[in-house]
C-alpha cells in the first residue's frame, strides 16, 4: 500500500490540516479516471477548485473502492505556546503534523512493506528532503518515502481534497456546515479519522 500526503492551511490561515491517505496507485487512477469521466474535469485536482458536489461524490469514490485516510489537524487557538511564548514556524508545524498522520497508519500497515509520497509543492526541495528522509529513517525497512509533483500524482491529489475538507472545518469557513455534512458518513465509518495536534515536539 502507499499512503499519499498533502497539507492545507497554515497558521497564518488560522489552521493546517496534513491528510496520508492509503490507496494502491491503482485505486487512486481509479478514483480519478472515474471522477474525470463523470464531471468533466481537466487539469489538477485540487479541493480549492471544486464544487461541494464534486466534493462529496469524489468521497463516495473513495470510500468505495477502499481509500482510508488519517488526518491531522492543528488549530492556531488550540497550539499549547513554547515556554518562550513564540508560535512554531510553519515549517515546524508541517513537520509534527507529518510525523502525527504518518505515524497513525504505521502500527495498522501490520508490517506489510508501506511507501510514503509526500508533495514536493510547499516548500524548498532541500527543506523537502530533509523532511523525506526523516520519514524514511522512521519507516526503517517498512518501505520508502519520495517526494511528488502533485500534478502527476493521483494519490497527493486526493490527499489534498481530503486536507481542504478538514481545512475548511477547522477555520469554520462559509463552506464548512455543507463540508461537515459531506464529512460525517466518513468520520462516523472512520474512513477519514482525526487526530488533533496542539503540542510541537521541541
Not at 497564518?12 to 474535469?41: C, D, I, S, Y
Not at 481509500?67 to 492556531?76: D, I, L, N, P, Q
Not at 511564548?85 to 504518518?102: E, I, N, Q, R, T
Amino acid at each position: 500500500m502507499t499512503i499519499y500526503c498533502d497539507e492545507s492551511g497554515g497558521l497564518n490561515a488560522g489552521a493546517m490540516t496534513f491528510a496520508a491517505v492509503m490507496l494502491t496507485p491503482e485505486q487512486a487512477a481509479a478514483v480519478h479516471v472515474r471522477f474525470r469521466a463523470v464531471t468533466g474535469l481537466r487539469g489538477e485536482l485540487k479541493g480549492s477548485r471544486i464544487s461541494l458536489t464534486e466534493r462529496a461524490y469524489l468521497l463516495e469514490l473513495f470510500d468505495r473502492i477502499g481509500g482510508r485516510a488519517w488526518v491531522a489537524v492543528a488549530k492556531r487557538a488550540n497550539l499549547v505556546p513554547a515556554v518562550n511564548g513564540k508560535g512554531p514556524s510553519d515549517l515546524a508545524l508541517y513537520g509534527a503534523l507529518l510525523d502525527l498522520a504518518v505515524s497513525r497508519w504505521l502500527p495498522e500497515t501490520g508490517g506489510v512493506c508501506t511507501d510514503v509520497v509526500i508533495d514536493d509543492g510547499r516548500y524548498d526541495p532541500a527543506i523537502l528532503a530533509n523532511v523525506r528522509d526523516t520519514i524514511q529513517a522512521g519507516l526503517a525497512g517498512w518501505g520508502r518515502a519520495s517526494l511528488a509533483d502533485s500534478r502527476r500524482s493521483d494519490g497527493v491529489q486526493i490527499a489534498d481534497v481530503i486536507a481542504n475538507s478538514l481545512f475548511n472545518v477547522a477555520v469554520e469557513s462559509p463552506r464548512a456546515p455543507r463540508i461537515t455534512t459531506i464529512l460525517a458518513p466518513f468520520l462516523e465509518s472512520r474512513v477519514i479519522r482525526v487526530a488533533e495536534l496542539t503540542t510541537i515536539p521541541s
